[in-house]
């Protein structure tokens, strides 16, 4: 590492060992597969909603073979509101992998792990430094705005460069795995806590008087403008009605049940065919739908 950016990571990192949360898929005796099923149902969704799935989802399914045993629509129907429900089904299809693949344990190295069904760079090096330790750079949306303040004075992370994200990441960690891997949560948990978007709590931050950004006098964010995702009218909220009834039957239903979610025909029937082609849902030999068996 270089010895430049010492006086950045050691502090974040001691700070991260007072200030961390105590959630479900951290400690040294978490699981790897309870930390692969977390980093799955973190993506673009709040922690305090993932929690009480979280724990749901292990108590039902406690390893990747428990999964796999079970139908894809169980899967579907398990996550609930969690939202972008196509991750339910990526997570059957890599529990399943990982089952005939792997001998039911999850692979340890980032390679291993990008091979896997859903399993994305991120994902991939997520898994391996936060369930088993490994040195590798872990860049979310909370790391990066980390790194682009502390480091090269910018106010906000802007459009996604992973390969310059990912080589600025690797050049701050510490050679020894562990404490590579302690470093990369810390950097995330700072980001999620006080390193924020709209209100950074700069006050107690722990490499204030190191941060770039701060330096240079906090200046505003000249990127490009960043396209706010709304929710409400969109083919996703109907696509979530629609798996709402899905979820709630016990039998297939018929298409008189779907068609009361939503008054407009064409919206509805587009966000139909667009579950059936995703395998979110399936059409039975008689016309009625269900979840995927």
Known sequence: MPAEHDELTAPIADWYADHARELPWRGA???PWAVM?????????????????FEAWLTRWPSPA????DSPGEAVRMWGKLGYPRRALRLHAAASEITTSHGGVVPRTVEALRSLPGVGDYTAAAIAVFGYGERAPVVDTNVRRVLHRAVLGAADAGP???????????????????????LSIALMEL???VCTAASPSCGVCPVSDECAWQLAGRPEYAGPPKRVQRFAGTDRQVRGKLLDVLRAADEPVGKERLDVVWSDDTQRERALAGLLDDGLAQQTT??????PA
């Open 191 to 193: 980001g999620a806590l």
């Open 286 to 291: 008689d016309g009625r739908f269900a979840l």
């Open 160 to 182: 996604t460069t992973t390969k310059a994200d990912m080589a600025l990441c690797e050049s701050l960690l510490p050679d020894r795995p562990t404490e590579a891997a302690r």
């Open 66 to 69: 428990a999964l796999a045993a």
């Open 29 to 31: 005796d978490v699981d």
């Open 37 to 53: 099923v977390s980093e799955f149902m973190l993506q673009q969704t709040p922690v305090a909603r993932v929690i009480p799935a």
